[in-house]
């Protein structure tokens, strides 16, 4: 049984940091992309970033763009978010994710329409 959980959610200052974790049992990370989407009150899921084990290569969309990135621990089956520059509306509930990555849909595809696997969320809220 695929589980992804993650951790790490809280209240943050704008400019702030935070390091977002998801652990992931049932699956082997070798064979997977794993994505983290955001989904701001009143908004729609919006993917953030993604790293596949196809080529190591960490995509980031939108706003995140220069300010997340994603990064693997393999020996702890743990994916972290790392998030600088907090800005206000970065405040969401962030969930990982999970696709296989022999499927023939890479990071792109995965960013827009979404994953098989899914976290409960965890809540990052930017506020002064």
């Known amino acids: 049984q695929v589980q992804l959980v993650e951790s790490g959610g809280g209240l943050v200052q704008p400019g702030g940091s935070l390091r977002l974790s998801c652990v992931v049992s049932?699956?082997?990370?070798?064979?997977?992309?794993i994505g983290w989407f955001r989904q701001a009150p009143g908004k729609g899921r919006e993917g953030v970033s993604c790293?596949?084990?196809?080529?190591?290569?960490?995509h980031t969309a939108g706003s995140a763009m220069g300010r997340f990135t994603s990064f693997i621990d393999k020996a702890k089956k743990t994916v972290y978010l790392q998030m600088n520059s907090l800005k206000p509306e970065d405040t969401a509930v962030y969930s990982c994710?999970?696709?296989?990555?022999?499927?023939?849909?890479?990071?792109?595809?995965?960013?827009?329409?979404?994953?098989?696997?899914w976290g409960e969320g965890t809540l990052v809220t930017v506020s002064s």
């Open positions: 049932g699956i082997t990370l070798d064979g997977y992309a």
């Open positions: 994710a999970a696709a296989d990555s022999g499927s023939g849909k890479g990071c792109p595809w995965f960013l827009m329409y979404g994953m098989d696997y």
């Open positions: 790293i596949s084990s196809v080529d190591d290569v960490i």
